[in-house]
């Protein structure tokens, strides 16, 4: 399931997909001190997502 779920449109994989992604933080990134919530520069920019 993991493998599927880090599977890439071109058909790539990324064996182990790094939680959290620092080289595409944004610089308003404001995540610190939101628990598990990530802020909005970040779901912006597809660096988190939301859950549900």
Known sequence: MAAVKSA???G?????PSE???ETKPED???EGLGDFPCW???RTG????SN
């Open 47 to 50: 660096r988190k997502e939301l």
């Open 20 to 22: 959290d992604k620092d």
């Open 29 to 31: 990134c404001d995540c």
């Open 41 to 43: 520069p970040c779901v």
């Open 12 to 16: 790539t994989l990324d064996a182990f």
């Open 8 to 10: 890439t449109d071109d």
